[in-house]
């Protein structure tokens, strides 16, 4: 059985002429079963099949009946992966006859099938229900230049593949989009993009990022790929830009959503970014090969980011941005919405602490983010401020130690009324504090220990006094 890429025109007449007479009714909404067509004249009827006293049973001796598949038919049927050729020219013919997310086509799509949908909608076949004049003379202009064939042998060259629902690497997850699912995907790359995206994560955010912003965006990026998690972005300048680069350079993997076809590099300063990505990641996209991006394509493009991941993180966003539209679709479709503040003062970060306002949680890095989104384990470490030695002291023996003055000696009988203590207990304490280094005794006077100067050889971090003072609390 010839490929769907490798054929003509004439290996898929299903789709680009009308049904054959005698070939019985066709229903509305039915996808016509692949090869159920009469036999054209001069083809070989197929085998009579019946039972097996209907078909006769080999003589004795006689050897099993002859091998009907040629192991390049039967290879080619093992990589349909479970979708009919028909069917996966019809939705990559419906690709470029169709806008992205388009809900009324995706109804129509679930209630006709892909064969179908394109016969009514090129004039081959009864209307869609509810289709305009206009939805159909549309339609007729853009079919003639529709070329199913032609675009999968594209994608092959480019070393990569058209995959549908129904396909083995088809993300279930997209489906939750309902009938704004896409009809398909365009992937270049040779992962399986069903498996990676069971544990993605986007990270989006504004173009004209900052520095900050950049910085965030790369560290995100490599911490997320070295915890083993997809990075998922839109190949876009700024903060996609530098998640993708953040998780190549920690040898990660990541995957750009385009709103382009996947051999049309967009920004084209990115041709280099995308090229590595098709090769060390995965580049997709719903448009076919060719097609190029426009404003409402970008807008649209944010749903399949949303949909394709666990979670959305939001880097810096004004509040007009395609990067809350990404962030309020995954929040729809109950995933985890994530942002990382900014300043207060900068409009970038205007939209992001709005939607922290809302029902996104507040994220400063990558353990953060794996917290919020993995499994049972992921935990971020525990954040506290530096502990000090004085931390340490229970509460008498510190309440001593704030009785102290710095401007000299103290009595005993000084200590005792500041700290509220009598001068047995005072003079206690005093001697621990004396014996882990927080003060000296000169005759009947204590005074506190000044700290070490750096410039007298001491490290950022150490103690005033490098004697048994730590040693002694941490025992």
């Known amino acids: 059985m010839p490929s769907p890429s490798a054929g003509g025109r004439g290996a898929v007449p299903a789709l680009f002429s009308e049904p054959r007479q005698g070939q019985g009714g066709w229903d509305e909404g039915q996808a016509l079963p692949e090869g159920r067509g009469v036999p054209d004249e001069g083809q070989a009827l197929p085998e009579r099949r019946g039972t097996p006293d209907e078909r006769g049973t080999p003589d004795e001796g006689q050897g099993p009946p002859e ?63 509810g289709a305009t004049g206009e939805r159909l003379a549309g339609c007729a202009l853009r079919a003639p230049g529709v ?42 790359g040779a992962a399986d993009l069903r498996m990676w995206a ?31 998690w997809v990075v998922v972005s839109g190949a876009a300048h700024g903060v996609d830009g530098a998640v993708h680069r953040g998780a190549l350079a920690a040898g990660g993997a990541t995957i750009a959503v385009l709103a382009s076809g996947v051999d049309v590099p967009y920004p084209r300063a990115h041709a280099e970014l995308i090229a590595r990505m098709a090769e060390q990641g995965l580049v ?34 004004q509040y007009r941005s395609g990067s809350l539209v990404t962030a309020r679709r995954a929040q729809q479709l109950g995933r985890s919405t994530m942002g990382v503040p900014g300043p207060v003062t900068s409009g970038l970060s205007a939209g ?77 304490r005093l001697h621990e504090l004396l014996a882990l280094g927080f003060v000296e005794r000169h005759g009947d006077r204590w005074e506190l220990v000044p700290p070490v100067r750096r410039s007298d050889g001491a490290r950022r971090g150490d103690p005033p006094n490098r004697g048994n003072r730590v040693k002694g609390l941490r025992r």
């Open 352 to 428: 992001v602490h709005e939607l922290l306002r809302g029902e996104a949680v507040l994220v400063t890095d990558a353990a953060e983010v794996a917290e919020l989104i993995g499994g049972i384990g992921d935990l971020a470490p525990e954040r506290r401020g530096p502990l000090v030695e004085r931390d340490l002291l229970d509460p008498v023996t510190a309440r001593v130690l704030e009785a102290l003055s710095a401007r000299g000696g103290n009595h005993l009988r000084d200590v005792a009324r500041e700290s509220g203590t009598g001068c047995d207990e005072a003079l206690g």
């Open 284 to 317: 997709l996209a719903e448009l076919p090969p060719g097609a190029h991006p426009t404003r409402p394509r970008f807008v649209l493009r944010n749903r399949v980011i949303a949909a394709l991941t666990r979670g959305t993180v939001v880097v810096e966003a």
């Open 67 to 129: 091998r009907r598949v040629a192991p390049d038919e039967e290879q080619g049927l093992l990589k349909r992966r479970g979708v009919p050729d028909e069917e996966r020219l019809a939705r990559a013919a419906l690709t470029r006859l169709v806008e992205p997310g388009d809900e009324t086509v995706g109804r129509w799509l679930r209630r006709m099938g892909p064969v179908a949908l394109w016969r009514a909608l090129t004039g081959k076949g009864k209307p869609p229900p």
């Open 198 to 228: 069971l544990r993605s994560v986007a990270v989006v955010g504004a173009r004209a990022c900052s520095d900050y912003g950049a910085h965030v965006a790369a560290s995100l990026g490599a911490g997320l790929a070295e915890r083993g």
């Open 147 to 188: 070329d199913p064939v032609t675009d999968l042998a594209l994608i092959a060259r480019c070393g990569g593949r058209f995959i549908c629902p129904g396909d083995l690497d088809w993300p279930g997850q997209l489906d939750d989009l309902g009938d704004t699912r896409p009809v398909g995907l365009w992937v270049r």
